[in-house]
C-alpha cells in the first residue's frame, strides 16, 4: 500500500540542511559537490576557495543539482579565492552586502524557504579568509558584522 499526503497534510519547514566545504579548486570536484548535495538532501551547500574565474560558470553549474541554483563572487585578483552558495531553487532569494573587502571575501544571502513555519528569512554568510594582516582583517570584520546586524536586524 502506497500512503500519500495532501500539501495540507505535510509539516512546515522547522529547520535547514546547511554545509560548507573548503573545495579549493572546484573545477576538478564538480560531481562530488553534486553527489554531497543530492546524497545529503542538503538545502544551502556554501563553498569557499572555488578558484573560478569572473568568467567561469561551467565548474559552479555542473556541481549545482537540478532541483538547485547558485550565487557565486569570484577573487578578482590575482588566483585563488572565490566563494559560492549553492542552495534549493523554490527558496525565496536576496543576496546582502554588495561591498567588497580587501582582508576577505564574502557572500551575504537572505533565504526563505517556501514551507517554512515563520516569514522570517534566514541569512546565510559565506566568508573566507586568506592569509594577510590579521588587524585589518579584524578591523573590516568588525564593520561588517555591524553593517549585517543594521541590514538584517539580527544575527
Partial sequence: MIKTFSAKQIPPKTQLTLALL???????KTALVNEIITDNLIDIMCLTETWLKPDEYLPLNESTPPSHLNYHVPRHTGRGGGVATIYQSSFLTSPKL???????????????????KTNQPVTVVTLYRPLGPYTEFLEEFSDFLSTLTTQTGKI
Avoid: A, G, Q, Y
Fill in 22 to 28: 573548503n573545495i579549493r579548486s572546484l573545477s576538478n
Fill in 98 to 116: 554588495t561591498h567588497k573587502f580587501k582582508s576577505f571575501e564574502v557572500l551575504v544571502l537572505n533565504f526563505l524557504p517556501p514551507d517554512w
